[in-house]
């Protein structure tokens, strides 16, 4: 990665309205920035959603966005979760075919290890779910590529809120 470039969190409350999504992935790329991962839901109130945005930029590219997000009429609030204490985590399935009983065996191993839940169960395959950090699920991905070869691997995004307490995410 260049100098200064890091990965940024960004929890936007947004109306809740047809467009609204569109608007702010198009400010992305509009200007170039990636977005590394955008998580959107309702929140307590049904006229307000709440989007979780990563992206990866310097600190001056980043004032920008928060910025050009801050002036966009659908946004109600941009709170930088970068240098917060923040409770977040990330929805993964992985797919696993052709299983032999020892593959099997090993990925409830996996399962149990990376606090994953089997959630179906087939002649020679099986589905498991992880609900933790980008960075287990990395992990995870990483170790059953090397060990598996057919598989299916769904990621639904980050989502994050403030700590109560000064927990790390």
């Known amino acids: 990665m260049d100098k200064g470039m890091k990965t ?49 930029s310097d600190d001056e590219t980043f004032e920008q966005i928060k910025k050009q997000l801050n002036r966009m009429v659908e946004v ?5 979760f ?36 089997v959630i179906d169960y087939g002649k020679d395959s099986l589905l498991l779910e992880f609900v933790q950090t980008a960075t287990k699920n ?3 991905v990483k170790l059953i590529k090397e060990e598996f070869k057919n598989i299916e691997v769904v990621r639904g995004g980050s989502v994050g809120i403030e700590s109560i307490s000064m927990m790390e995410r």
């Open 8 to 56: 940024r969190w960004i929890s936007l409350y947004v109306e809740n309205q047809v467009g609204v999504l569109s608007k702010i992935s198009g400010l992305f790329s509009g200007k170039s920035y990636n977005l590394d991962s955008l998580t959107v839901g309702t929140t307590e109130d049904p006229t307000v959603s709440r989007m979780t945005i990563a992206t990866v």
């Open 82 to 117: 970068t240098d917060v204490f923040v409770r977040m985590k990330e929805i993964l399935y992985i797919k696993v075919r052709k299983c032999s009983p020892a593959d099997k065996v090993e990925l409830f191993q996996i399962a149990e290890t990376f606090k994953a839940r």
């Open 138 to 140: 990395d992990a995870v």
């Open 76 to 80: 109600i609030k941009v709170i930088d």
